[in-house]
């Protein structure tokens, strides 16, 4: 073929091609957004599933994103407890639909129980630090530690850590004042009982604490570290515990604050004598509420619900 007919059939293509997208051509004005000569656009980004902006699946409704939350486990098991009524409150919330992001991360739990057995909690704070770091690069808007014991090393932690920490005393403290109690127990571990975790911000509040016995502080410290940290509830334990709970009782106390996030494997509303506040409760609570921001008035309004205080 001479290069004169294979130019006329060059021409014949694009009049064809030309003709067959006049249509979509004629559309692009209000496809493509205006604009100003010399502006160039930047390149599309792509979005994970889920993301603002991000298609969605067919068939699904829009998802709603909120704080991604992130969980410090310094004790496997109350950190697991914390996750599980973190979705219970969600679901008991939103539903099956519109929850968020939760990752959950922990250094080996004996290099924590190494450290309180030598009391250092700078130590503790490097671990609780690390873990911090950990969930800022998994996405995490702020994190949680469902730990008691460990909460004394979160202020060093705090510092220098990439994301904000929701402190659970203080969820606990503000929930047992704004219920007006005026006297309350605690049970924990040895140190949370005797130490101050709880008792500076209660005795700022104007709450008198009481605390069992130095006999009955032993008994549950080791009930702590010897079977709940380990997933274990044993009856004998659970029989103990409750008891001291009512020895409180009977010295005035008018609720319990269940200062150990493992306490739940043992007490509960049906078997508790005191009304009570669940530690890692008011934290799981505390963390859907920050995750959920503005929406959470109308989640807890929908739902009929109120945050958990004393049960």
């Not at 914390?82 to 969600?90: A, K, N, S």
Request: aromatic share 4%; with cysteine.
């Amino acid at each position: 073929m001479d290069r004169v007919g294979e130019a006329g059939i060059r021409r014949w293509q694009v009049r064809v091609f030309s003709r067959a997208t006049e249509p979509l051509m004629a559309e692009l004005p209000k496809l493509t957004p205006a604009v100003s000569p010399g502006v160039c656009l930047p390149p599309p980004t792509a979005r994970r599933a889920g993301e603002p902006g991000a298609p969605q699946p067919m068939g699904s409704r829009e998802v709603v994103m909120h704080k991604h939350i992130g969980i410090v486990a310094a004790s496997p098991e109350g950190a697991a407890i914390c996750y599980r009524d973190i979705h219970r409150t969600l679901a008991a919330l939103l539903g099956d639909r519109g929850h968020p992001r939760i990752t959950l991360h922990g250094e080996p739990f004996e290099r924590y129980i190494d450290a309180v057995a030598r009391e250092d909690w700078h130590g503790i704070g490097e671990l609780l630090l690390r873990s911090a770091r950990a969930l800022k690069d998994a996405g995490a808007d702020f994190c949680v530690l469902p730990d008691n014991l460990m909460q004394h090393a979160v202020h060093l932690a705090e510092p220098t850590s990439p994301i904000p920490w929701l402190n659970m005393t203080d969820l606990v403290a503000d929930a047992v004042a704004g219920d007006g109690r005026r006297v309350v127990g605690l049970i924990g571990t040895k140190k949370v009982m005797r130490g101050s975790t709880y008792q500076t911000l209660l005795g700022l509040r104007g709450v008198k604490l009481i605390v069992p016995s130095d006999e009955e502080a032993e008994r549950i410290d080791r009930i702590i570290f010897r079977e709940l940290v380990l997933g274990q509830a044993i009856e004998s334990s659970r029989a103990r515990v409750i008891e001291s709970i009512a020895q409180m009782a009977r010295r005035g106390a008018e609720a319990v604050i269940l200062g150990c996030t493992e306490a739940p494997l043992l007490v509960s509303t049906d078997n508790c004598p005191l009304p009570m506040y669940d530690s890692t409760q008011l934290l799981a609570d505390g963390a859907v509420r920050r995750s959920l921001g503005d929406a959470w008035a109308a989640a807890v309004s929908r739902a009929g619900a109120g945050g958990a205080s004393a049960a």
